[in-house]
């Protein structure tokens, strides 16, 4: 009996699939998406230039992505999973050494018309290869050594290039989808207790490796740090971006100052206010509500994410659903955070709402293999 | 079949048992979030938006309109202009060299300013705004306006600036403002914030400084919003501030600009007095400056320029400066003997052309000697001898006492710049001061006005005008503040005896019309604006030689004193000429012209004078009206 067999007769054909597209989950994604026009016509002084409008465009491109990904079959998906793991560290390869320098660090692929980052396409390659990995693999080695060690080099090896950019935050990024993308697997417990005692070393080497020869992370790496374990220490520099953001945020108290009435941004107070510190924006105009509202709507896209993955009997829908739904929590979770001076500032963008093209594709790209599952789920 | 059912069944409880394991640990984290976010926007609400006003809301002051000063018949004499200048906040302009070269290109800047500018950036913190340009012109202003982005940090603004369209003539009098510098400090009580307005004006000398506190006004402030880079968004709230008060002096600028006009190219002083108020209706020290060089700081060359002149043109002369008064004082010396009754009028004394006192010889100005001189013809013709008699027989106590009675040696209460108290020595103050013993040389000396009797011209003025009235005549300048009339300087009855004063009033009268008097030749003929004066010389240096064979610095100093009209004192006049040689020929003539100008209020007719100066002073007319100073306009651009 085919893999196919069980799927064909009760899986939606032709546009029939319209139907069965996972419509709460496209209308929370354009909701958040909406909130981020908002907040781009809002710093830019209410005005659809220059941020609001390509950002539209963009989201449009990103539904019209997820839509056609989620026509296509699943399986097709899974057996191509392979092949975008290929691509991506090929490209990432590339951009080691054809890419364009930009702040110390070489990220993205100049295609004329968008820049490409490798990078990110890797986060949800990643998501795919495991997926499709655990898929093969029989459920009796998926503890076995041998086998574990196998994904761990699927992750570490992206992770690796990625973090010779370089671009730690999206290293670590990759290696916390890739693990979680394992312990989703089933891997047993021990395997965890391990890497994490082993991230806890290489912390540990890291601030040891300071100021010595074997220096791990670049200077400006370790700024970051000190500025996030103290942001007061350096006020007007690299720290400025902590504090004018908590202030930001901050005086935006329960109900905020409303729209296009959030001073610190309109004023320029707040640092790359239209990109990754967005959040600060929606938290000084709307206050706690309106963050709040935003992080309700996150925690629903995740809820249908994880509830899609849950219900689908199918292990690489499932596993890869799971997958895309940790790397999209991974962004909020971590640009969140930042925001509220929790984490260091690693640059990673507010998802759907801060202004960039390169994210926004990836993760409807993302939202379009999640989509794919739920409409070829077996039923 | 790649996968058994019972596999996958198994393979899917794990995952769900993972996948609810991890959407937990995401809830957990949610929730984190959330409540973090709470903490900061609702618990700590208050203090991040104090932060976030601080950030936004600055408070901006609005420098006070300075009061403006007026002459006695309302013509301005300070004024504020609007003012443009260019400003840079070194912290907005990031590489301040270079935004200035962008700058330089666009408007003309003054080298001289520039180096300032450079300096002030050196000192000043980084957000406050340094002036490049001052005094720029409206088309510049535009064009830096036009061209803003390309010159961050850089601001046009409009102010006020102080001017005195009557240029040197109220030089001394009215002083001058400059911007604030360091060492103004502990002399104003000035508040802290007002000062920190670059180049704030103050008053530094003159009235200017004297009523700064009336003329200063108060501050006003405005709250705006700034961006994040100081530039002002929007205005949020203001408060006006409360301009200057307005002072009006008892000078008249017509009278002031001819007084300074005459006494050009001499280094001299004069003051005219209203004799019914203590009005001084002008009072002027020549040579003058422009004080509107020091409205914005004066440059250093400039500046050099004034200190080096032999002349002096910067301090006052009028007010601070001390001359031995002369012959000038015998009217002091004369009225005490005759108060103390040391003297008859009609009593003469022999004057051989001088005088043994104490085994020294003091001689009267004519060697030849005057022969019998009574009080009448001691003052016409200015004999020294009889005062030499006259100090003998009073003594310098009750000298010094009828000196001080009219107003020498003592502060007159006016506020201008170090007005001089002068001296009337007394036999206490050379003990105290000069630790010796007084001697009869030294009142014989005092009682023509040398020796350690000093006065300046406007204390000359007040004794004359005194001695024409009878009254405790008071100097005044300022006629009112802010439309409050100040008490006159009428004064009371001095209580001296009315006949001494008539025979010196009368002695005075011949001295100018009688063809015997010192001052004959610098005489009014006009009946009705008949004056009384007298001359003084007063020696600079201790051996008789004719003045023309010395050097300038060496000559004696001219002074001249009188009031007119004789019959109902209107104006009394002092004018001394540094070094001018004798009260007669350089003094006289200038008081004349000046007693004329004040009474006619405008040129005098030529009839006013005696026939044989007509030709003369009718040209010298035409040349003080061309070179009088006009107010000029409005002169709000660079000058």
Known sequence: ?379 | MRRPGRDNVQSQKAITRRGLIIAGAQALFMGGLALRMRYMQVDQADEFRLLADENRISIRLLPPARGRIFDRNGEMVAENVPSYRITIVPEEAGDVDDVIARLARLVELNPEELERAQRDLKEARGDTAVTVADRVSWDDISRVAVNTPALPGVAPEVGLSRRYPHGGDYAHIVGYVGPFADRDRERLDAPEQLLRIPRFQVGKFGIEAAHENQLRGKAGTKRVEVNVRGHVMRELERQEGQPGTDVQLTLDSGLQSYVTARLAGESAAATVMDCETGDIVACVSSPSFDPNLFVRGISVPDYRELLDNKYRPLPNKAVQGIYPPGSTFKMVTALAALEAGTVDPEETVYCPGHLEVASRRFHCWKRAGHGNVDLHRSLRESCDVYYYELALRTGIENISAMAKRLGLGIKHDLPLTSVATGLTPTKEWKRRVRDAEWVIGDSVNAAIGQGDVLASPLQLAVMTARLATGRSVTPRVIKSIDGVESPTGHGEDLGLNENNLRRIRQAMYAVSNNRRGTAYGSRIIEDAFRMAGKTGTSQVRSAVVDNNAVPWEQRDHALFVNFAPFDAPKYAISVVVEHGGGGSKAAAPIARDITLQALYGEDPPLAAYPAKDRGRIRSQQEELRRVRTRPDGDGSDRA
């Open chain 1, 1 to 379: 009996m085919s893999y196919l067999e069980y799927t064909v007769k009760t899986t939606p054909t032709g546009l029939r699939k319209v139907l069965y597209l996972n419509w709460p989950l496209a209308i929370l994604l354009t909701a958040v998406a909406s909130v981020g026009f908002l907040m781009l016509y809002s710093v830019s002084g209410g005005s659809f230039s220059p941020w609001a409008e390509p950002q539209m465009k963009r989201y449009a491109l990103g539904f019209a992505v997820m839509f056609i990904i989620g026509l296509v079959p699943i399986w097709f998906w899974r057996n191509m999973a392979g092949v975008a793991y290929g691509l991506s560290i090929l490209l990432l390869l590339v951009v080691e050494f054809f890419g364009t320098s930009a702040g110390g660090s070489q990220r993205w692929i100049d295609l004329g018309f968008m820049r490409l980052q490798p990078s990110e396409l890797m986060k949800i390659s990643l998501v795919l290869f495991l997926a499709a990995y655990y898929d093969w693999l029989p459920l009796k080695k998926k503890s076995h050594p041998l086998w574990v060690l196998i994904p761990v080099l699927i992750i570490l090896l992206p992770a690796g290039l990625v973090f010779a950019q370089p671009d730690l935050g999206t290293a670590l990024l990759l290696i916390f989808a890739g693990a979680t993308m394992m312990f989703f697997a089933g891997v047993h417990w021990a395997y965890f207790a391990v890497v994490i005692s082993m991230g806890v070393g290489l912390v540990v080497a890291v601030f040891q490796s300071r100021g010595a020869s074997w220096q791990i992370l670049k200077d400006y790496q370790y700024d970051r740090l000190d500025i996030f374990l103290d942001p007061s220490s350096d006020p007007l520099d690299t720290g400025y971006h902590i504090t004018q953001s908590k202030i930001a945020l901050g005086s935006g108290g329960w109900t905020g100052k409303g729209f296009m009435q959030g001073t610190q941004s309109r004023l320029n107070f707040l640092p790359e206010k239209h990109t990754d510190f967005i959040f600060t924006t929606l938290a000084e105009e709307f206050g706690f509500v309106g963050g709040f509202s935003l992080l309700l709507l996150y925690a629903l896209i995740l809820l249908f994410c994880i509830s899609t993955a849950l219900a689908n009997r199918d292990r690489f829908s499932s596993l890869m659903t799971l997958g895309i739904a940790t790397t999209f929590f991974l962004f909020f979770a971590v640009n969140m955070s930042m925001v509220m001076g929790m984490a260091p500032v690693v640059g990673v963008p507010l998802p759907l709402v801060s202004y960039g093209g390169s994210a926004m594709l990836i993760l409807m790209l993302g939202f379009g293999f999640v989509q794919s599952a739920h409409i070829h789920k077996p039923r």
